[in-house]
C-alpha cells in the first residue's frame, strides 16, 4: 500500500488554516488529546485492575 501525500498535505493545510484562525486551537486540541490519553488509560487501568492517580 503507498501513501497518499497529497491527502497528507491536505489534512495538514487545513490544520495550518484553523490554528491561523485560531491561535488557541493548539492549546484546545492538546487538552482534547490529553481527554483521549486519560480515558484510553483509565480504561486499560480498569481492564487490568490496577489504579494509577493522575499525575
Avoid: C
Amino acid at each position: 500500500m503507498q501513501p497518499d501525500f497529497g491527502q497528507s498535505a491536505a489534512y495538514l493545510k487545513r490544520w495550518l488554516d484553523a490554528l491561523k484562525q485560531d491561535n488557541d486551537l493548539i492549546f484546545k486540541a492538546a487538552a482534547e488529546a490529553q481527554k483521549a490519553v486519560d480515558h484510553i488509560n483509565a480504561t486499560i487501568a480498569a481492564a487490568s485492575g490496577v489504579s494509577h492517580a493522575a499525575a
